[in-house]
């Protein structure tokens, strides 16, 4: 069976990028596991519409909130979940240091082992992350990228580690590239200049429009928009129902961008550039 491995910061962020990739998969029957760094317990309550009963819960427990939700969002997608353990590291302002207990300040050779002994257990073909600059700069996005990149070595390397089992090879990591500027320009652009939506597009592309396009696979996700967005909304302390940031019209999407982004950025398999299957050039009987 084939198997993708998703390394994600906070709970949320496997459902905001690449929710519809996990769905795609699994309906293909590839076992997909995401890890949580982080519990998410320095994130504020996102969401003035939730029930009394929510709020009350986020203000004395958002630890134990944020875990609820994941594993209402875990039950959506079908996949397989594990918490690596470590603290939110927060996004702290004026340059101010996170706290040292925090995630982003663990060394890597502390952190990383729990990560290596997921690698050495679920023997993933395929590994997804964020980028060197986290995809955005959260010290815990950039840590769970620098985490997957250290514990993808590590876990191939048999001499180290080795009380955490045989060594495990990744036959090919990418980088998310769900946010860029070409697709929200092209589905700022396919909107009536009326939509309600249009002024939120047009600060999104503002944010992103300049990112350049580093895409080399384009997964299709079309069929799996509204199960990427009920993923999303289970996290409804972070989620407004209608944020006009996630949730675009899927009408719109369908037609102008139906795929996921990804970066292939690291190869043990020969494979064709660009993509539309992140296994491209794996065995289908890998095991």
Request: charged share 25%.
């Amino acid at each position: 069976m084939l198997r993708l491995l998703a390394v994600h910061a906070h709970p949320d962020d496997e459902s905001s990028k690449g929710a519809g990739t996990a769905a795609y998969y699994r309906s293909l029957g590839v076992d997909v596991l995401v890890v949580s760094c982080t519990g998410g317990e320095a994130g504020d309550v996102q969401n003035p519409a939730l029930d009394a009963t929510s709020l009350a819960r986020a203000e004395r427990d958002i630890a134990g909130l944020r875990r609820a939700e994941m594993a209402a969002a875990q039950a959506v997608l079908g996949i397989r979940h594990r918490w690596l353990g470590y603290e939110d590291s927060g996004l702290p302002e004026n340059g101010e240091a996170v706290h040292p207990n925090s995630f982003a300040r663990i060394p890597l050779e502390i952190s990383g082992e729990p990560m290596v002994k997921i690698l050495r257990e679920f023997r993933p073909h395929v590994l997804v992350t964020y980028d060197e600059n986290g995809g955005y700069p959260h010290p815990d996005h950039i840590r769970a990228h620098e985490l997957a990149i250290w514990a993808i070595d590590a876990a191939a390397d048999s001499a180290m580690l080795p009380h955490l089992g045989d060594a495990w090879q990744v036959s090919k990591l990418y980088y998310d590239r769900i946010f860029n500027g070409p697709r929200a320009i092209a589905v700022r652009d396919a909107l009536d200049t009326a939509h309600p939506m249009r002024p939120a597009l047009d600060e999104v592309v503002g944010w992103m429009g300049d990112r350049p396009d580093l895409a080399t696979t384009r997964v299709p996700v079309g069929d799996f928009l509204g199960v990427r967005d009920a993923a999303l909304r289970a996290h409804a302390s972070q989620v407004p129902a209608d944020s006009a940031f996630f949730f675009w019209p899927n009408d719109v999407q369908r037609a102008v961008w139906p795929w996921e982004d990804f970066q292939l950025v690291r190869s043990l398999v020969d494979t064709e550039l660009p993509e539309t299957d992140l296994f491209a050039g794996i065995a289908k009987e890998s095991t």
